[in-house]
């Protein structure tokens, strides 16, 4: 299985490495990652994105919008909605996967 952990970083202190755009594709969960050791819903299309992007030997830190954010808090999502400019900006790397 896929496990991903969550970390926090602050962007006053130089970001992410590495941010990912991507196309959200059917809304529908269909498949589950760990995430920092729980079941954690994701749509086939992250889940197939996350499958190709992985290092099997080493960690690979990318801030994803759909497992970074709380999507069952409105108030966390405007909060972090208005943060992405500046997320994406100043993210070392940023991978478009279309």
Known sequence: PL???LEI???CSG???????YVWGK??????INVDGCPFPVTEN??????????????RPIWIDAICINQA?????????RLMRDIYSKAKKVT???
């Open 3 to 5: 496990e991903c952990s």
């Open 9 to 11: 970083r602050d962007l």
């Open 15 to 21: 970001g992410v490495d590495e941010a990912l755009s």
């Open 27 to 32: 809304s529908k969960v269909s498949k589950y």
């Open 46 to 59: 992250l889940f197939n994105i996350l499958t190709s992007l992985r290092n099997q030997h080493t960690a």
């Open 73 to 81: 808090d409105s108030g966390e999502k405007v909060h972090q909605v």
């Open 96 to 98: 478009i996967w279309l």
